[in-house]
């Protein structure tokens, strides 16, 4: 039922919904950087430097979050072999990939002024490039493997290796000496960050949550629309 | 419901997991004097086999009242409330740089308690607040 149910209702996925998500995206990051930019104030050591972290920290949360999904959808896409997981994860690995090079970039002009250095070796920096690297492998095992079965299987073994990494991006703050300071946001304890600031970062987590989900609808009926017109050529 | 095949593939895949996340835990942790960025003065003070040719990362919070600068050089103390060293540095010192906040000096040991820096990067803790709420938690201290 599941399997049958799901892309017909993506497909009928008009104009009109993706305008109507366009238009909110826009409201939300239109507030969330009126608000990050503006009314938020700086903070009390890094002074106007800490406005990068708005962009900074929600790249990385959707990044990890992206191939968190990928990961997951690819071991239910070997154990049970469900059509249109593999869809749903080729679909959503261009936006993980560029979160990721968004988080390392927005990350280094950060450190610069901060640290002092663009890019260090440490636990956290590195296992964020290492995630940026399996995005791109897994992308180009997509691209570059002929057959659609071998493709499928090849990119999941990328992607449930490519998992390992992520508690290793998460905990590296707390298992190792890092320059990366620890996260200031955790389930387990209040945030010590000001409410000042976590307002608009989480708005701003929203408005680029919000576009992440655009661009994976309009590409994951791509793949579903190049899904029917292969069976129907077969 | 799950047919055998799908059983066998469930037992083969979490076991292939499984095996995984054991060799990178032991990966891990053979590498960790690798892995972590810098050492704390604790780390050092316990160490043995330390080795003073080797340029090593220092890090801890600058100690209060222990900055002296002049115009070439600039000696200051790094502690982790347990241990200390005393870092010897001349050159750029970035803006964070400041008593009580977290650093880190890249450099060589010239015994356990004395370090020579050829660069110091400041360290930001997970903090974040505007001035107004520094002052007034400072006042209150």
């Not at chain 1, 995005?135 to 290796?161: D, Q």
Request: aromatic content about 14%; glycine content about 6%; some cysteine.
């Amino acid at each position: 039922m599941f399997k049958n149910f799901f892309p017909n209702k993506v497909l009928s996925i008009n104009n009109k919904t993706l305008r109507i998500l366009t238009f909110v995206m826009f409201l939300i990051l239109f507030v969330g950087l009126i608000s990050a930019l503006f009314i938020s104030p700086p903070d009390y050591i890094q002074g106007d430097t800490v406005r990068i972290m708005y962009v900074h920290v929600p790249s990385s949360f959707i990044s990890l979050g992206c191939f968190a999904f990928i990961g997951i959808s690819s071991i239910l896409n070997l154990i049970f072999k469900i059509k249109i997981m593999p869809l749903m994860a080729k679909s959503i690995a261009p936006i993980g990939l560029v979160f990721t090079l968004i988080s390392l970039i927005t990350g280094s002009l950060w450190g610069k002024p901060t640290w002092g250095i663009w890019w260090a070796w440490d636990a956290r920096l590195t296992s964020m490039l290492i995630l940026f690297l399996f995005y791109l492998i897994y992308i180009l095992v997509w691209k570059f493997t002929n057959n659609y079965e071998r493709a499928n299987k090849i990119s999941s073994v990328v992607a449930i290796i490519g998992l390992f990494n992520l508690p290793i991006i998460k905990y590296s703050v707390d298992w190792w000496n890092t320059l990366h300071q620890p996260s200031s946001i955790t389930l387990t304890s209040a945030p010590t960050i000001h409410y000042s600031m976590l307002i608009p970062l989480l708005i701003m987590l929203g408005g680029l949550a919000v576009y992440s989900i655009i661009i994976f609808l309009m590409k994951y009926k791509i793949e579903l629309i190049k899904l029917k017109i292969n069976k129907k050529n077969k | 419901m799950l047919t055998k095949r799908v059983k066998l593939r469930i037992y083969y895949l979490f076991f292939f997991i499984f095996v995984g996340a054991i060799v990178i835990f032991f990966v891990l942790k053979s590498l960790n004097e690798n892995v972590v960025y810098f050492f704390s003065p604790s780390d050092i003070y316990n160490k043995t086999n330390i080795s003073l040719n080797k340029k090593i990362r220092v890090g801890g919070l600058v100690k209060e009242g222990s900055v002296f600068k002049d115009k070439k050089k600039i000696n200051f103390t790094i502690t982790d409330l347990k241990n200390e060293i005393i870092v010897s540095y001349s050159g750029l010192i970035p803006n964070l740089f400041s008593e009580g906040k977290g650093v880190i000096a890249e450099g060589k040991l010239k015994d356990k308690k004395y370090f020579i820096a050829d660069q110091i990067l400041a360290k930001h803790d997970e903090n974040y607040m505007p001035p107004e709420v520094s002052d007034a938690l400072n006042k209150n201290d």
